[in-house]
């Protein structure tokens, strides 16, 4: 439940196309009624051209802070009156945080991706690393990894070129010889040395909801290699990917902490708070009981 609307509520919400679904107001909407703030989040579906319109509108608006999800994260670059250094990188946006001028950029998502797998106990320091994927999102994963010193990424693609480009672009980030990250045909897994375990990140749209009976690569020899599967996929909650990294005896996580962590991040942006980890979980359950009302279950 929403606190009571008067002159003094901050806005903030979430801009993208489509938004219907989103689980975000209940993140923000739950973290400000229990801290007390005074701050309302709601979605705004904005059509495509509009963007530009959207984003001067909301800072008219004196919106506090705005979320941005596909199909805007790079295209409300141009947009911005400053960006933070890791959402340059990444070259995506999530986050607007307001300033005097305008609205600065961040990326909250790797941080809370990161701020996940370190809550359920998945470590990347050191690691070596199976990306599946070469879009936007195995780009900003490479990043992270990088970021927060694993020790090798191995991008898996159909087209090997979109992965080497991923790959070139990392790795002159390094400033070092060393080759941090490689590209490698989806298909040629098997090439990967005998008896190496990875930490493997699902970072495509393969079997979210309601295709939910596929994954990337099905052969159970692939999932032998993986000691911990992460799959940024959060409906359905168990995806195929994940079935296969338990059935080899792997240990298995979904994107929903994830999300809970991006729009946590983004929300101590706004207001300065810092979420302690007991509200975390009681945020992240009600995110559990909204999707089972909106399933129906």
């Given at each position: 439940?929403?606190?009571?609307?008067?002159?003094?509520?901050?806005?903030?919400?979430?801009?993208?196309?489509?938004?219907?679904?989103?689980?975000?107001?209940?993140?923000?909407?739950?973290?400000?009624?229990?801290?007390?703030?005074?701050?309302?989040?709601?979605?705004?579906?904005?059509?495509?051209?509009?963007?530009?319109?959207?984003?001067?509108?909301?800072?008219?608006?004196?919106?506090?802070?705005?979320?941005?999800?596909?199909?805007?994260?790079?295209?409300?670059?141009?947009?911005?009156?400053?960006i933070d250094p890791l959402a340059s990188n990444?070259?995506?946006?999530?986050?607007?945080?307001?300033?005097?001028?305008?609205?600065?950029?961040?990326?909250?998502?790797?941080?809370?991706?990161?701020?996940?797998?370190?809550?359920?106990?998945?470590?990347?320091?050191?690691?070596?690393?199976?990306?599946?994927?070469?879009?936007?999102?195995?780009?900003?994963?490479?990043?992270?990894?990088?970021?927060?010193?694993?020790?090798?990424?191995?991008?898996?693609?159909?087209?090997?070129?979109?992965?080497?480009?991923?790959?070139?672009?990392?790795?002159?980030?390094?400033?070092?010889?060393?080759?941090?990250?490689?590209?490698?045909?989806?298909?040629?897994?098997?090439?990967?040395?005998?008896?190496?375990?990875?930490?493997?990140?699902?970072?495509?749209?393969?079997?979210?909801?309601?295709?939910?009976?596929?994954?990337?690569?099905?052969?159970?020899?692939?999932?032998?290699?993986?000691?911990?599967?992460?799959?940024?996929?959060?409906?359905?909650?168990?995806?195929?990917?994940?079935?296969?990294?338990?059935?080899?005896?792997?240990?298995?996580?979904?994107?929903?902490?994830?999300?809970?962590?991006?729009?946590?991040?983004?929300?101590?942006?706004?207001?300065?708070?810092?979420?302690?980890?007991?509200?975390?979980?009681?945020?992240?359950?009600?995110?559990?009981?909204?999707?089972?009302?909106?399933?129906?279950?």
């Amino acid at each position: 439940m929403l606190n009571d609307i008067n002159g003094y509520t901050r806005t903030c919400g979430l801009i993208g196309n489509p938004v219907e679904h989103t689980l975000s107001p209940v993140i923000h909407n739950t973290l400000s009624m229990v801290l007390g703030k005074n701050l309302a989040y709601v979605p705004f579906h904005v059509e495509t051209g509009r963007l530009e319109d959207a984003v001067k509108g909301a800072f008219a608006l004196n919106l506090l802070g705005i979320n941005v999800t596909v199909p805007y994260k790079s295209d409300v670059i141009p947009y911005l009156d400053d960006i933070d250094p890791l959402a340059s990188n990444i070259g995506a946006v999530n986050t607007l945080v307001r300033t005097e001028k305008g609205y600065k950029g961040y990326n909250t998502d790797m941080p809370g991706l990161y701020r996940a797998m370190c809550e359920d106990g998945v470590k990347v320091k050191g690691q070596k690393v199976l990306i599946l994927g070469a879009g936007g999102v195995a780009r900003a994963v490479a990043m992270m990894l990088l970021d927060k010193g694993a020790k090798e990424a191995i991008i898996l693609n159909r087209t090997v070129e979109k992965a080497q480009s991923i790959a070139d672009e990392v790795n002159h980030l390094t400033g070092k010889k060393r080759k941090f990250a490689k590209a490698l045909s989806i298909d040629a897994y098997d090439t990967l040395p005998e008896g190496e375990r990875y930490l493997a990140i699902q970072a495509t749209s393969v079997g979210m909801y309601p295709d939910c009976d596929a994954a990337v690569i099905e052969d159970p020899t692939f999932y032998k290699r993986v000691h911990t599967g992460y799959d940024l996929i959060f409906n359905p909650p168990k995806t195929r990917f994940m079935e296969l990294v338990e059935a080899q005896g792997g240990e298995a996580y979904n994107g929903a902490k994830m999300l809970l962590y991006q729009g946590i991040i983004a929300f101590e942006l706004w207001t300065g708070c810092q979420v302690e980890p007991w509200l975390a979980d009681k945020v992240y359950e009600r995110m559990q009981k909204a999707k089972k009302t909106e399933d129906g279950k």
